[in-house]
Nanobody
Framework: VQLQASGGGLVQPGGSLRLSCAAS????????IGWFREFAGKEREGVAC???????????FSANSVKGRFTVSRDTAKSTLYLQMNSLKPEDTAVYYC??????????????????WGQGTQVTVSS
C-alpha cells in the first residue's frame, strides 16, 4: 500500500499548482484524504481534506491559512485526489504530503488521524 504525492515545483507568487495524490495497492474511494505541509524545521500542518465516497454527503475542509485559495477534489474514475492551489504565496513554500485513512465520517486535518502517508512533493513559491 503506497501513496504518492506529485505535482510540486517552483512557481511565482500569485501562481497556481495542482498536486495529485495517487495510490497503489488499494482504491482511494473508501478513504478520507488529507493534505498536509511541512515547513523546514516545523511540525506538519493540516491544509485540507476530503471525506471518502462512503460518506453520504461529501465533506471537505480547508485550513484558514488556505481557505479560498486551495481546493481539494477527488476523481473517482482515476482514483486520484487533487489539491488545487491558487494565489500562491511565499509562505506556502513547504513539502506537501497526502495521507489516507479508511473511514466513513467527515474528514479531519489532524495528522495523527491518518494511517497511510505518502512521500512529499516540494512546493516553492518564489520570484
Amino acid at each position: 500500500v503506497q501513496l504518492q504525492a506529485s505535482g510540486g515545483g517552483l512557481v511565482q507568487p500569485g501562481g497556481s499548482l495542482r498536486l495529485s495524490c495517487a495510490a497503489s495497492g488499494f482504491t482511494l474511494d473508501d478513504y478520507a484524504i488529507g493534505w498536509f505541509r511541512e515547513f523546514a524545521g516545523k511540525e506538519r500542518e493540516g491544509v485540507a481534506c476530503i471525506s471518502s465516497v462512503a460518506v453520504s454527503v461529501e465533506s471537505t475542509f480547508s485550513a484558514n491559512s488556505v481557505k479560498g485559495r486551495f481546493t481539494v477534489s477527488r476523481d473517482t474514475a482515476k482514483s486520484t485526489l487533487y489539491l488545487q492551489m491558487n494565489s500562491l504565496k511565499p509562505e506556502d513554500t513547504a513539502v506537501y504530503y497526502c495521507a489516507a485513512v479508511k473511514e466513513k465520517a467527515p474528514c479531519s486535518i489532524m495528522a495523527p488521524h491518518y494511517y497511510y502517508w505518502g512521500q512529499g512533493t516540494q512546493v516553492t513559491v518564489s520570484s
